[in-house]
């Protein structure tokens, strides 16, 4: 990693010994989630991924390992309310056609990103699309409350499952771009994700233990916001701590990331919704 000297202040409390993944295992309710694999194929600078819970302190890794401690399970309950009130002009509620409750959508989120009629839809548009389309209500706000307790709700039903994202057919030319946008510098740093998240995953930069910024456990608890944290919220900041101008949450740069860093998690079970620092 080719860094100025004026850009080294980025990454003060890199210096010294690298503070590796740990070899914890997490398990919650007698289920044992798969945190380390082989890399997929189409990762070229990573033989091994590791869920970011791995690189967590002990305290934070507690809170996520008994559903009675994490503060993410208050929002999935919201989540339920929301999936059973009637909202809009058409007097019907997301269970109005999902009778089987949120069960019905268990492996949907191990697959998301993907191609819908040629375009690349996330969790976020297939909840607005339908809330529209269907309940003749308004979209929920991207990173809203609502719309993360939706999307947590959602996701919760493929939590342990493998992390499956097509990235070949219509989904190709969207992970190129993906791709593209992860290896770029951007703002007066002039710093790509791949510096933190391939480069030095396992050092720490200030406070923080630099993980392999794998999403398999988004939207998640982020006990710095005491709050949710979508997908899109976490690439707005990164970008604006380059010190640049960042990309719009909802924007098909940040879907075209989504779908890139997503699939750098294939195999990795999905926790969602994990707690992270």
């Known amino acids: 990693m080719n860094l100025k000297p004026w850009m080294a202040a980025a ?14 295992t997490l398990s919650i ?22 869920s970011g819970w791995r690189f967590r302190t002990p305290e934070t890794q507690a809170l996520q390992i008994d559903d009675f401690d994490n503060p993410a399970m208050i929002f999935v309950d919201q989540g339920m309310d929301m999936f059973n009130a009637v909202d809009g002009t058409e007097g019907k509620s997301c269970a109005s ?17 993907k191609v819908v009629d040629g375009k690349l839809v996330v969790m976020e548009d297939l909840i607005n699309t339908h809330r529209q389309d269907v309940m003749g209500a308004e979209p929920l706000k991207w990173s809203g409350a609502d719309m993360q307790a939706l999307v947590a709700l959602i996701g919760l039903q493929s939590r342990g499952m493998p992390m499956d994202v ?13 791709k593209e946008i992860y290896y770029t510098r951007y703002g007066q740093l002039e710093l790509s994700c791949s510096n933190c998240h391939e480069d030095n995953y396992g050092n720490m930069i200030r406070a923080d233990h630099l993980s392999q910024g794998q999403i398999n456990g988004f939207p998640t608890y982020r006990l710095k916001q005491a709050k949710l944290i979508s997908r899109h919220n976490r690439f707005r900041g990164c970008i604006r701590d380059t010190r640049a ?3 719009a949450e909802g924007s098909d740069e940040f879907k075209a ?13 999905i926790e969602t919704p994990a707690v992270r620092q």
């Open 11 to 24: 990454f003060i409390g890199m210096a010294g010994a690298a503070f590796a993944q740990d070899d914890n």
């Open 29 to 50: 309710d007698g289920e044992t989630f798969v945190t380390e694999t082989a890399a997929p194929a189409h990762l070229e600078n990573l033989s091994t991924i590791y």
């Open 97 to 113: 056609c999902h009778t089987g409750g949120p069960e019905e959508f268990a492996g949907l989120h191990a697959t998301m990103p």
């Open 166 to 178: 097509a990235i070949d057919g219509d989904a190709a030319p969207f992970w190129e771009k993906g």
């Open 245 to 247: 101008e960042t990309f």
């Open 257 to 269: 990331l989504e779908l890139y860093v997503a699939s750098r998690a294939n195999g990795l079970d």
